[in-house]
């Protein structure tokens, strides 16, 4: 199967050979004139002519680097090389041993003296959601980005014509700007598209040298922060947080107390954030009650695997504010709202241990496990410590 054509002034198209779906493609040159082809290029795709005909640029995990797996599929990372037009001198682009991150996507500009490229470089973890575009000389000098933000930033192609200037104004680290756009809405909406009474919470643009990744692609309900907002690698901290709203009514705490997870919680700018639990094998998360929702707060660092301290979950507490609200931060958050349901259990289950002093007794009055028992215990305790709290009634 051919796939990707490129075609060069003088009339010979470079084209991708797949030589079986999934496997190893290969780069052909083919003749207009005559229809004959040629292998140009093993193990390659993405085949680019030069504005002069002399070079083509090409794409190839060949060296078999940074293998990922993602589901049922591994795969490694690509990455840039040039070569004659005839395929030979091939040479990879990015010479830096160890380069992280994956190519996907490059062009010529119209002058030869330039390359773009999309790379997720910077964040090689996410599987190219964290990809931005960056230029280069051919011959591997003078690397530097021209996006920062998101959403990512893929396969670049610089606008056809002669005289336009490819100058990326300076090479390495040169100042860019984060821009996200378009910026989450200010009110969450439900799965019915009804948009609740509570703000969309977040952090800003960015936190802690993460950007708000997909804005446009994930659900406000969802935001996730990842991408590095520096160029230089050695600046980037690898740390992910992950904001999850629901409201009070979808039950996620109530599951948790059931589960016997439930720590304590303390308050916080007004709200309360509880203990974080594992709620897997793979992470732990915090839970911010605050208006009519849950805030579910994953902070997690790709570059430390240990469990992350309570304080970074209350330091992201801390930088919350309404979307649009920047005036917002620092200010008292709403007052919590908890499932009457919940409260109402818990009150009766200490009832029940005041009178009996047996945990296994009680347990077995409200068929339920003893780390579920306990958690309900200390639920209770900690609602009595803060004082009334608004309840919402909740259908099962």
């Known amino acids: 199967m051919f796939t990707d054509l ?9 084209v991708t050979r797949e030589l079986r779906p999934g496997g190893r493609s290969d780069i052909h040159v083919v003749d207009m004139a005559s229809g004959n082809s040629k292998r140009l290029v093993r193990s390659a795709e993405h085949g680019r002519w030069s504005p002069d005909g002399k070079s083509i640029l090409f794409l190839s995990d060949r060296d078999k680097t940074g293998r990922q ?9 690509s990455k840039l090389y040039v070569a004659d037009a005839d395929g030979s001198g091939q040479r990879r682009v990015l010479k830096q041993k160890g380069q992280a991150g994956s190519v996907n996507g490059a062009d010529w500009s119209p002058d ?23 230029s280069i000389d051919p011959d591997g000098s003078c690397l530097t980005w021209l996006t920062n933000g998101s959403p990512e930033s893929w396969a670049p192609d610089f606008a056809p014509g002669a005289g336009l200037d490819s100058d990326p104004g300076g090479c390495g ?14 009110h969450p909406s439900s799965f019915s598209g009804k948009p609740f009474s509570w703000p969309t919470l977040w952090m800003g643009p960015t936190y802690r040298g993460t950007v708000l990744m997909a804005p446009g692609g994930f659900e406000p309900w969802d935001l996730s922060y990842a991408d590095c907002d520096s160029f230089r690698r050695s600046e980037c901290e690898f740390n992910y947080f992950d904001l999850r709203t629901n409201e009070v009514c979808f039950a996620q705490f109530r599951d ?20 974080p639990v594992f709620q897997s094998r793979d ?5 911010l009650f605050t208006g009519g929702q849950e805030v579910e707060i994953l902070v997690e660092s790709y570059a430390d695997r240990k469990p992350t301290k309570f304080a970074e979950y209350m330091n992201l507490v801390d930088a919350l504010r309404p979307v649009g609200r920047d005036d917002l931060a620092g200010a008292d958050l709403d007052p919590p709202v908890f499932d009457r349901a919940s409260v109402t ?29 306990r958690a309900y215990l200390r639920f209770n305790r900690d609602i009595e410590k803060v004082g009334p709290v608004r309840l919402k009634s909740c259908r099962d």
């Open 173 to 186: 680290a040169v100042e860019r700007d984060v821009l996200v756009d378009p910026l989450p809405p200010e």
């Open 69 to 77: 797996c993602e589901e049922s599929s591994c795969y490694f990372q």
């Open 6 to 14: 490129d075609v060069s002034a003088g009339n010979k198209v470079l």
């Open 256 to 275: 948790q107390l059931e589960d016997g997870k439930y720590l304590g919680m303390v308050s916080r700018r007004g709200a309360l954030l509880t203990e």
């Open 283 to 287: 992470y732990r998360t915090s839970t």
């Open 345 to 373: 259990l818990a009150g009766k289950i200490d009832v029940e241990m005041d009178d009996s002093g047996s945990i296994a007794f009680v347990a077995k009055q409200f068929n339920k496990s003893r780390k579920a028992i």
């Open 112 to 134: 030869g003296t330039r390359i773009a490229f999309g790379s997720d470089r910077n964040f090689p973890f996410f599987f190219g959601f964290a990809s931005e575009i960056y």
